[in-house]
């Protein structure tokens, strides 16, 4: 099961793709990880596809990461009378807190976290920025707006507001019933939706409090203000490219996503590109030529994970799109031109004894055409500096820790082997080669780089690089 690429595929789970043997098909096609959207389904469901991932471990002697997607807070419009009505350019259009049924002239919205964050000309979008009310009049309990880009709104519509703090916790009550019970089950990876602002970010690693990574969901251009602060504090970033892209002009969308990637690789954090990749592949076999170009370009641009969402949850081919993906990136990472942008994309190394080391295994493998870079680490620190030297050999992560496996397997160019711990750099040396051959990545002849921190065991202490030639 050794993938021959470098970027990862993240399959969202769902009505279309539940059951072991489903899943194991997703698996065997390309998909690294599997995403668990706490949006939609019970406990239950979740439950039962969490177990069918870890037998799939089993089966096939292989960490798989699971990614936890909380929800976050959610704001919707109340009621119609009629079920829905028609907004007209230019009329007046009242949101309050009254449970009445609405129609052409108000209707409730049931969140007074909303009109305490409001002021005169606040844009408001409704229906996924479909209708545009700005507003003009305010107070504890209602917001009088004008309608800027009308159309039909029906029940239960989505509010966005795309220039506004608003004055609430990214985790509302559900999300930390749904945070505990992954938790609980032992899903490595915590996708927080809704962050704006460092402390939103805070808040959840202090609820997780180090029993899994923190992801952090990018879709609020409000966050972009503080990029830096939020990357620093998370374990990882996703560009979630759907509620970014109503709250903020098309336009700005690609230049945030290339920013939001080069925030991470400076950082040596791993980056997720999401949302709408292969999107007309819910209903088609094949994608549009466009949607092939736009998972090319997150390659190019060094994307560690490029993520399928509705195609593989709840999608007409989820198969066809996961196999797709697999061959987009396997046919860009093949391409010269690739080589190149990783190389001239390469950050520089930090000033630590780590970084240098890391920097150095890359260079020497270069040198030398090693057939891969071994790294023994327990919390991931030096399979992650690897990555961020963007190597043009895979790195293969061993680690006795499955947490860290399976975390790991969210990384750029990272094979990761669960594996006993060493004591010793003979046994190192002995262990490295035999995984490599083991796992189809070296032969007889071949050299391998390895590195680790000694003494054997320390968290982050990266201080050791040896070549070893395979007899």
Request: hydrophobic share 40%; net charge negative.
């Amino acid at each position: 099961m050794r993938r021959l690429r470098s970027a990862k595929i993240i399959a969202t789970l769902g009505p279309a793709s539940s059951g072991i043997e489903a899943i194991a098909k997703l698996f065997e096609a390309g998909a690294d990880l599997f995403r668990l959207n706490f949006s939609h389904g019970s406990h239950k469901d979740h439950r039962e596809r969490f177990e069918a991932i870890r037998e799939l471990e089993k089966r096939y002697d292989r960490p798989i990461g699971i990614i936890a997607d909380l929800q976050g807070p959610k704001f919707r419009v109340g009621n119609f009378k009629d079920g829905s009505t028609k907004l007209v350019n230019g009329a007046a259009f009242r949101v309050d807190l009254d449970d009445a049924d609405g129609d052409n002239t108000r209707v409730q919205l049931p969140h007074p976290e909303v009109f305490r964050s409001l002021e005169i000309g606040t844009e408001m979008l409704l229906d996924d920025g479909k209708i545009c009310l700005h507003v003009t009049e305010f107070g504890d309990d209602f917001a009088l707006c004008e309608v800027i880009v009308g159309g039909v709104l029906s029940n239960h519509k989505g509010l966005n507001l795309p220039k506004v703090l608003i004055d609430v916790s990214a985790l509302t009550d559900k999300d930390r019933i749904d945070l505990r019970f992954a938790l609980d089950l032992g899903i490595e990876w915590i996708a927080l939706s809704f962050v704006q602002r460092p402390e939103d970010v805070q808040e959840g690693k202090d609820l997780v409090a180090g029993r899994a990574s923190i992801l952090v969901k990018l879709e609020k251009p409000k966050a972009m203000e503080k990029l830096r602060e939020i990357v620093d504090l998370a374990d990882s970033i996703m560009v979630a490219r759907g509620d970014l892209g109503v709250e903020s002009p098309p336009e700005d969308v690609p230049a945030y996503q290339k920013q939001i990637l080069r925030a991470c690789h400076a950082a040596g954090k791993p980056v997720i590109v999401a949302t709408q990749m292969l999107e007309s592949m819910i209903h088609s076999p094949t994608p549009t030529r466009a949607e092939a170009s736009d998972v090319a370009t997150a390659v190019y641009d060094g994307a560690d994970a490029v993520m399928l969402s509705a195609e593989t949850a709840a999608g007409d081919f989820p198969l066809q799109a996961v196999s797709m993906m697999d061959r987009i990136i396997t046919s860009v990472e093949k391409d010269p031109v690739f080589a190149e942008m990783m190389g001239s994309n390469r950050q520089l190394p930090m000033g630590t004894l780590a970084d240098a080391i890391t920097a150095a295994a890359r260079q020497s493998a270069n040198t030398i055409s090693a057939a891969a870079i071994v790294t023994f680490t327990t919390t991931g620190s030096t399979t992650l500096r690897a990555a961020r030297e963007r190597p043009n050999v895979p790195t293969i992560c061993c680690t006795p820790r499955a947490k860290t496996a399976r975390q790991m397997t969210l990384t750029w160019g990272v094979h990761c082997v669960f594996t006993d711990d060493v004591s010793s750099f003979r046994e190192m040396e002995s262990k490295a080669i035999k995984i490599a051959v083991q796992h189809g990545f070296a032969s007889a002849g071949d050299r391998v780089i390895i590195t680790a921190g000694f003494p054997f065991g320390t968290p982050g202490g990266t201080n050791s690089l040896r070549i070893a030639t395979i007899d």
